[in-house]
């Protein structure tokens, strides 16, 4: 009887259900994508299908199959299976489930598997009340998470699970997991046809996330009004594409790193690619404007001193005129980073200066060069000032004792520095 009333509370549960959650997958098989590390060769695949897991912490962005990972070893497991959220959850929960688990295995030998989703949301406190029951083996946790764990999850927690990293869905990934719910009875049970520019419309607003895919669909069979899916439903399904971008983690630091790898590398496309993702997904641009400023000096430098200035402009347009006609004095000031000559030789000569000061000797000012205001200092010997020689130029020391000219300075054989060494060898020499 119970199996029966089971039965008909779960017909119930599903017929509110979203699309996506009627398509969660019930197996090993049913799941779609990340081969890597579910797939039939895999540590984890073996782990689930023997039920020998041990903790992990499942790692990727949203729709990957983190939950439905964690959903199908609750399918296979004769261990006790329960979910904490780490959104509403607190210690006291916790603790209640770790008491729990224990009372299990000390009377019943079972084993308790404990899902902890977005566990980076818990504190370093609710993450400290896992960590004993994890080390002793009295639950084994699966943790999901779409941040990076090495940064957001107790460093001993990790030690003690395996990381698993999942990725973002493919192409194929996404019409197969669209296919597989129009047809089935979980799903959509073959009442609508879907256009291929419609297909292909979903894969693009989808942008890797599965999850995502199902809902979409679910919202344009919902504006079909003859069981055919067309590129004008999804349309009005999904007005605007939401472009995935969190400005406080991982997304946020590829993505500016992206940005600035691309000027440095000399790809004006890529740059203004990037770029428009920051300001589509609401980046401040004075944030962008101040990468801008400082990759003008640390990979142009003196190569085009041109570039510090381009950028500061930039800057001010950002402060003056603001979103959304900075967008263009921003893709100017990109595309002319990206285009113009690259040195490094700055960033290197202060890095070498700045090491030289804190470990180096201390080291005095040279006589000629030291300040002539004070009793004495006729005999610090004779400062030659350069005006007076021709070129602006003659040769004395400069550097205190110890160190040569070019210990610091190395100029690039690229743009205005380029210039600059054939004058300062012709001048040395």
């Known amino acids: 009887m119970e199996d029966l009333f089971f039965e008909n509370e779960q017909k119930n549960i599903d017929a509110v259900a979203t699309l996506a959650g009627r398509m969660r997958p019930q197996t090993l098989d049913d799941i779609v994508g990340q081969e890597h590390v579910i797939g039939k060769d895999t540590w984890l695949y073996n782990a689930i299908q023997n039920d020998t897991l041990s903790s992990i912490i499942l790692f990727g962005p949203a729709g990957t199959g983190k939950t439905s990972i964690a959903h199908v070893v609750a399918n296979t497991t004769n261990s006790h299976f329960v979910e904490v959220s780490a959104v509403g959850g607190t210690v006291k929960d916790l603790r209640r489930e770790i008491a729990r688990a224990e009372e299990l295995l000390r009377q019943y030998e079972k084993r308790t598997i404990l899902f902890v989703d977005e566990i980076h949301r818990f504190n370093r406190s609710q993450q400290d009340a896992l960590l004993h029951a994890v080390e002793d083996n009295v639950v084994t946790l699966i943790g999901a998470t779409t941040e990076n764990p090495y940064f957001e999850v107790n460093s001993a927690l990790n030690s003690r699970s395996h990381i698993i990293q999942l990725n973002v869905l493919s192409d194929d990934n996404i019409k197969e997991l669209l296919n597989r719910a129009m ?49 004008a439903d999804v349309k009005k399904a999904i007005p605007n594409r939401a472009i995935p971008y969190d400005k406080n983690q991982d997304m946020h630091y590829d993505i500016i790193s992206a940005f600035i790898k691309s000027m440095r590398g000399g790809d004006p496309d890529a740059a203004v690619y990037w770029m428009a993702r920051m300001l589509e997904g609401g980046e401040d641009p004075k944030f962008i404007a101040r990468r801008i400023y400082i990759l003008a000096s640390e990979d142009i430098g003196n190569a085009d001193p041109q570039a510090i200035c381009v950028a500061q402009a930039a800057f001010k347009a950002v402060e003056v005129i603001g979103l959304p006609e900075c967008k263009i004095n921003l893709a100017q000031a990109a595309i002319y980073m990206a285009l113009a000559p690259k040195s490094n030789a700055v960033v290197e000569a202060i890095g070498k200066a700045v090491a030289e000061v804190k470990h180096g000797p201390v080291r005095y000012v040279p006589n000629n060069l030291r300040d002539r205001h004070r009793p004495g200092s006729e005999e610090y010997g004779e400062y030659k000032y350069p005006h007076n020689y021709p070129g602006g130029w003659v040769d004395q020391q400069y550097l205190p004792d110890g160190l040569e000219p070019g210990c610091f300075y190395k100029p690039s054989e690229r743009g205005w520095e380029a210039y600059r060494i054939d004058t300062i060898s012709r001048d040395r020499h």
């Open 183 to 231: 047809k089935d009875k979980r799903g959509l049970n073959k009442r609508y046809k879907i256009e291929d520019d419609a297909l292909d419309s979903i894969v693009l607003l989808a942008g890797g996330d599965g999850r995502g895919a199902l809902n979409i669909l679910e919202l344009a069979a919902g504006l079909s009004t003859d069981n055919k899916i067309t590129s």
